[in-house]
């Protein structure tokens, strides 16, 4: 049967079933969004999903609510709320309607319950506290803005709750598509890496057809003897470092100290290279007006940190 309705509760609303409200509303656009208490609507039927009320979590039965007792828990022991049930039955669905390539699926399905859907799952149930975060932070963290858009105690206006949810489900949008774009380039990117590596065979110089992020790519390939990195950047041609790790500024090699915050004729006379336009006082790129002078720029840089 066709799913006529998504049923979730009435009143103030929490991050779990706003984003859940997300993955569903994509999957089923002409359903209604109905926000609720009623038993009849939040009783099974083949006809709706009904999500963070109920009292019961059956995926067969398309009811997914986390409060009861014994409450779903991950493999690990880590409690669900209505977010992670809807992503564990739903999620791969979403993907594919987000035009997410099957080979890539299951890699950002997971990576997105890891990194998305657990911290949300976690908070819902009191598991962690977002002061944890620190005093700065704390109110920064993605399910205390969210419903930080739920309407203020004294607005009593009738359907204030539900214009607010419904006002806050574009915000949730816009930031789980971003992920899941995201996550889908990086992936891309690996691919793109991956080939270019290949065409550096021994070579100490990754060559790029554009930006992109290339050190997990690079790192995935074991690529150790890689150096650095060039690519075009608009009209320009950059050269780039490749850092040792995430938490570290440490490179694999810096460009050649010589270079160290010159532009344009100072870099050129310094570098030997006509076209050489910019380098970073913190000799992690530098910039050239063609290929040619990039290229020539990167055989000069490998060529000093081979004899350090």
């Keep these: 049967m066709t799913i006529t309705h998504l049923i979730t509760h009435s009143g103030?609303?929490?991050?779990?079933?706003?984003?859940?409200?997300?993955?569903?509303?994509?999957?089923?656009?002409?359903?209604?969004?109905?926000?609720?208490?009623?038993?009849?609507?939040?009783?099974?039927a083949a006809d709706r999903i009904i999500y963070d009320v109920g009292g019961d979590f059956d995926a067969e039965a398309q009811i997914f609510d986390h409060h009861q007792r014994p409450n779903p828990l991950r493999e690990d022991g880590q409690p669900y709320s209505s977010f992670g049930l809807i992503w564990a039955h739903y999620g791969r669905d979403y993907l594919i309607a987000m035009n997410v390539p099957e080979k890539d699926i299951d890699d950002i399905h997971g990576s997105f319950d890891r990194g998305f859907v657990l911290p949300v799952d976690l908070v819902d149930n009191g598991a962690v506290n977002t002061s944890e975060a620190g005093p700065i932070?704390?109110?920064?963290?993605?399910?205390?803005?969210?419903?930080s858009l739920k309407t203020v105690f004294d607005d009593r206006e009738e359907g204030a709750d539900d214009r607010a949810f419904m006002d806050a489900l574009p915000v949730a949008r816009a930031f789980v598509e971003a992920q899941v774009k995201r996550k889908a380039a990086k992936l891309r990117a690996e691919d793109m890496v991956m080939a270019a590596i290949n065409?550096?065979?021994?070579?100490?110089?990754?060559?790029?057809?554009?930006?992109?992020?290339?050190r997990a790519g690079v790192e995935k390939a074991g690529a150790d003897h890689l150096l650095f990195v060039v690519h075009p950047r608009g009209a320009d041609w950059t050269l780039t470092t490749i850092r040792i790790g995430d938490d570290t500024f440490d490179n694999r090699a810096d460009l050649p100290a010589a270079w160290a915050g010159l532009t344009d004729s100072a870099l050129e006379e310094a570098s030997g290279v006509i076209g050489a336009k910019f380098c970073h006082n913190g000799?992690?790129?530098?910039?050239?007006?063609?290929?040619?002078?990039?290229?020539?720029?990167?055989e000069i840089a490998v060529a000093e940190a081979l004899q350090e």
């Design 12 to 44: 103030g609303f929490h991050a779990d079933e706003l984003l859940s409200s997300v993955i569903l509303t994509r999957l089923f656009r002409d359903a209604e969004l109905l926000r609720t208490r009623d038993k009849s609507w939040i009783t099974p």
């Design 137 to 147: 932070f704390s109110g920064m963290t993605l399910p205390v803005l969210l419903e």
């Design 199 to 214: 065409a550096a065979g021994e070579g100490r110089i990754l060559d790029l057809p554009m930006g992109m992020p290339f």
């Design 283 to 298: 000799l992690f790129i530098a910039v050239a007006s063609t290929r040619e002078a990039i290229l020539k720029m990167a």
